[in-house]
């Protein structure tokens, strides 16, 4: 199969569609990959890493676009970019397009291009093993985001994290009780705020519990929602609807209800945010203040993280990868359900998209 990277163009999108060791992997099983010159190199992989093991090196994204059976992105392609897909080819990458405009989605059908997001890639035990490691790169990144925004000079309330003795530490709460959230959770645990995890599931209460004891954990209802955001400094958004649009679990109202200069860290902004204030922001201007609070919204955290989250997505995705091009596509989706349940277009049909299925 002809296989395809391309460098990503979004600002600050820094990570590669694959990794040298991931192509090596496809090379040696007899695929020929194509990658776009200085593709890797925002990760730290040059061009000589990727001929040594296989790769033929392009020098416009157009040849990438115009000749590959599979190509493989980090990011949602942008306007530019999917009018260049080539019709009839398939897409994978972490494509969030739940959340993207209807134009592209429409392209997509339109062409009969076959769609494969990696954050929809689920197994039978409903694990999602590509989303994994960036939720846990997502989770540890929020604490240090919010320590360098609660910062004075940062425009914060000017509260260190941890507080000392005699002075109290941040009053930290999370909404969602997943990996991201778990992963949170340890990180601000981890650096001595006082950390409050909301989720619906009760399971996941208990596990958080039994995993950190000094977590309090509260069943997430409009009440309790609206109860923590009076008292928290820092609000991390950590809510998942696979394959939907995040839902808006923090009002405006209750964002108006927080202590100035607070902080909210809406992770959930890849599938439209779960906070009612929430608009995506850039890694150079990443925040704004609304209703007194200061906006974190960056969708593309793990990207300025480039080298440790490329190879945290290439690792659990390459099997899924190389038994697309082994199979071929068709086969691929059917004989697998994980990669099945990862199809968002099919061929001019829509899969696992909610916002278009009846």
Partial sequence: MNIGIPKEIR??????????????????AGHTVYIEHEAGTGAKFFDHEYEKVGAKIVYSAEEIFGRVDLLLKVARPTEDEIDQIRPGSTIAGLLH??????????????????????????????????????????????????????????????????????VPPAEVSILGGGTLGTYAARAFLGLGAHVTVLDRDVNALQRISQLMPGVVTMLSTERNIRRVCEYAEVLVGAVLKLGERAPILVTRDMVKSMRPLSVIIDTSIDEGGCVETSRPTTHDQPTYVEEGVIHYCVPNMPGVVARTATHAFVNPVIPYILEIANLGVDKAIKQNQAIEAAVTTYKGDVRHLSRLMK
């Fill in 97 to 166: 397009l739940a959340s993207t405009r209807q134009s592209k989605i429409d392209f997509l059908l339109e062409n009969k291009i076959t769609a494969i997001a990696y954050e929809q890639i689920q197994e039978e035990d409903g694990s999602l093993p590509v989303l994994r490691p960036l939720s846990q790169i997502g989770g540890a990144m929020a604490a240090e985001i919010a320590s360098r925004f609660l910062q004075s000079h940062f425009g914060g309330r000017g509260v260190l994290l941890g507080g000392i003795p005699g």
């Fill in 11 to 28: 600002p600050f999108e820094y990570r590669v569609g694959l990794s040298p060791a991931g192509v090596e992997i496809l090379a040696n």
